[in-house]
């Protein structure tokens, strides 16, 4: 019953409440206003800042690869016997499927 009582007295001092007359006007007049897009220019100083950014990461990028050294000479020659690492002899079977 105490809820219900709550619930009562809430909707009666809601109803009691007086509506303020301006607020219609000032929501209306909030939704009429010229919606303008400002465009915002960048300063100079901020593109330059970019661009030199830019061109420090390409010049380090060229410049790291050029640094690469090829250390691999091509007479280093590996033998390595297969039959060792793999037991073939399994494929060279007449009747194997």
Do not use: C, H
């Amino acid at each position: 019953m105490k809820t219900e009582q709550y619930i009562d007295d809430l909707i009666r001092r809601e109803k009691q409440t007086a509506p303020n007359p301006f607020l219609s006007t000032r929501v209306m007049a909030e939704i009429e206003k010229p919606q303008r897009s400002e465009i915002k220019r960048i300063p100079v100083w901020q593109a330059f800042a970019v661009v030199a950014g830019m061109a420090a990461v390409a010049f380090l990028g060229i410049s790291a690869g050029n640094s690469y050294i090829d250390n691999s000479s091509s007479e280093t020659v590996i033998n390595i016997n297969d039959s060792q690492i793999e037991n073939l002899e399994y494929y060279n079977f007449d009747n194997y499927e």
